[in-house]
């Protein structure tokens, strides 16, 4: 190390730099503020966060004396209070949507409505919900894909 700084080949190798910069100002842009300009722009433009959009399906508990009065509805009751109601369309049945707004994680919507087992578990199957929800009398019960 001492004889690279005594014949001063380091010091050399410096003003060789140092002296092609000053031919070529075009490397000073192109090799450090093209960089740092394009890490900025990139960083302004992909920043904002995408909404996050969750499908859940509450099974529908078959309508009679004995079901009614056993079956609290604890998760129709929360929907009703908390969310918005989307009226059904077409084939689509009424769906509930509760928005849980972030400005860190960005926006997550949660889409509620009501199916029956078989076509919950085959939605769940298939990918388009996320979660069933089943509730039997106080308590709540969470499906997830058994695969």
Do not use: C
Not at 61 to 75: D, F, M, P
Not at 93 to 119: A, C, H, R
């Amino acid at each position: 190390m001492n004889r690279i700084l005594k014949s001063g080949q380091l010091i050399q190798l410096i003003l060789a730099h140092a002296r092609e910069l000053m031919r070529e100002p075009g490397v000073l842009f192109w090799g450090i503020i093209f960089p740092i300009l394009m890490a900025l722009g990139l960083g302004v433009a992909f920043t904002k966060k995408a909404d996050t959009i969750i499908n859940i399906a509450i099974i529908q508990e078959i309508k009679n004396e004995i079901n009614a009065s056993r079956n609290s509805q604890l998760v129709k009751n929360l929907l009703d209070k908390n969310a918005e109601t989307i009226p059904a369309h077409n084939d689509q049945p009424k769906q509930y949507k509760i928005l849980v707004e972030n400005e860190k994680l960005g926006n997550t919507i949660f889409y509620f409505f009501e199916t029956s087992w078989d076509d919950g578990m085959a939605l769940l199957k298939r990918g388009n919900i996320s979660i069933l929800i089943n509730e039997i009398g106080d308590h709540i019960y969470y499906h997830f894909d058994p695969n």
